[in-house]
């Protein structure tokens, strides 16, 4: 606190993101990163855009990140953003869609990022409770609101929602919009993407952190209608002309062309997800269902705090939130078969 701070900074209740450790040894299983690099693609491209170009501002509008998108989706670049991690794009979405005067709302168990969101902006919001399978039920969304924001799969839970009752929501709310948050889509979920057309009032924003192994290059998006999309333009282009850089431009527009990589490394962290969840079934573990790249665990047996230190002490961090409801579970992303093989051991002779 200082008489120098803008009088709302003091109020401000900021996000607080998993560890990121210094220590390599670690088995880092506690923000949902990609156990495999990047595409040989996009690290390509990335050393090309490292040259005498950089001493010129990035395209501003970023578009050919936009048409590799749009062509992945088939829409058109009018419907898509770019932005500086999906983090940056939904503050966007936060400021220019859902201050409206009456109450956003979200999951009671959801992405912590979003009471943040509405603290800096002075958005109300109320919360919808899960249902007691942790699943969101679009009936419980009846209700007058300035906005819905869900993650699809939800984060962190991992469960997902169908599309058909994102359509029903849709369908319900023509004069708020919706925005789902698919982080995780591309592990198991079904994009909402499709939907874009029919609906004018939806906006889907995805990342590259996850799905696409480029964390550290921090690049998101959102599809929607070109209203929507104008909206986040206007906020941007009145906040920061170039969030995203050249070698960041360069490495996201190659990812999303090299489909195979993609595929191909989204099918092996299911197939490790599918395996992780047999075993941790077999120790005890309720896992609920997951189309995420992490599993949601908790033992009837054992308490989650402790088995988290424990799991800590033998090198292997995972994710574990003192929340209402979800005290007693594990987050704990899928890694690598050798990470994921040492989080078992280091869970055996913690259950010991
Ligand atoms: C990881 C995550 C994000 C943020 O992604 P970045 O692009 O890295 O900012 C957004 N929403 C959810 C639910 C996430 O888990």
Known sequence: MSKFWSPFVKDLVPYVPGEQPKLSRLVKLNTNENPYGPSPLALEAMRAAIGDELRLYPDPNGERLKQAVADYYGVTPAQVFVGNGSDEVLAHAFHGLFQHGRPLLFPDVTYS???????????????????????????????????????????????????????????????????????????????????????????????????????GLRVGLAVGHPDLIEALERIKNSFNSYPLDRIALAGATAAFEDRAYFEQTC????????A????????GFEVLPSAANFVFARHPAHDAARLAASLREQGVIVRHFRQPRIEQFLRITIGAPEQNQALLEALESALA
């Open 267 to 274: 099918r092996q962290v299911i197939e490790s997800r599918e």
């Open 276 to 283: 992780l969840v047999a075993r941790l079934q077999a120790y």
């Open 113 to 215: 990022f979003y009471p943040v969101y509405c603290g800096l902006y002075g958005i109300e919001y109320e919360t919808v409770a899960l249902n007691e399978q942790f699943e969101i039920d679009v009936a419980d969304y009846q209700r007058p609101n300035g906005g819905i924001i869900f993650p699809n799969p939800n984060a962190p839970t991992g469960c997902l929602l169908p599309l058909a009752a994102i359509e029903r929501l849709l369908a319900a709310n023509p004069d708020s919009v919706v925005l789902v948050d698919e982080a995780y889509v591309d592990f198991g979920g079904q994009t909402a993407i499709c939907l874009v057309d029919r609906y004018p009032n939806l906006l889907v924003t995805q990342t590259l952190s996850k799905s696409r192994s480029l964390a």
